[in-house]
């Protein structure tokens, strides 16, 4: 596992947590989302990213906007008449 260092200024972690802890939690979940959202990431990855259980990690997925499965309607369509 790597580890990075991010300068991030005092109004934005209080913004986000008030603790540079929380903050870093809060921004690994945004991150983790949103690479999930673009399809970078599996919720797997992406929730070990975020640093919590794929379960948790998909629960949340509805408060930051983002829909917990991410087919297109014809995907989801040919699977059904594939199943």
């Known amino acids: 596992m790597h580890g990075l ?3 991030i200024p005092d109004d934005v972690v209080a913004a986000l947590s008030g603790s540079p802890e929380g903050a870093g939690a ?3 979940m ?3 989302v949103k ?3 673009l399809k970078k990431l599996s919720s797997g990855a992406a ?3 975020a640093g919590v259980s794929r379960v ?3 629960s949340r997925l ?3 906007g983002v829909a917990t499965f991410q087919q297109r309607e014809q995907e989801l369509l ?3 008449r594939n199943a």
């Open 35 to 37: 690479l999930f959202e």
């Open 56 to 58: 948790d990690f998909l």
């Open 26 to 28: 809060e921004l690994r």
């Open 47 to 49: 929730a070990r990213l």
């Open 62 to 64: 509805g408060a930051y």
């Open 5 to 7: 260092t991010l300068a």
């Open 30 to 32: 945004l991150a983790a």
């Open 78 to 80: 040919d699977e059904i």
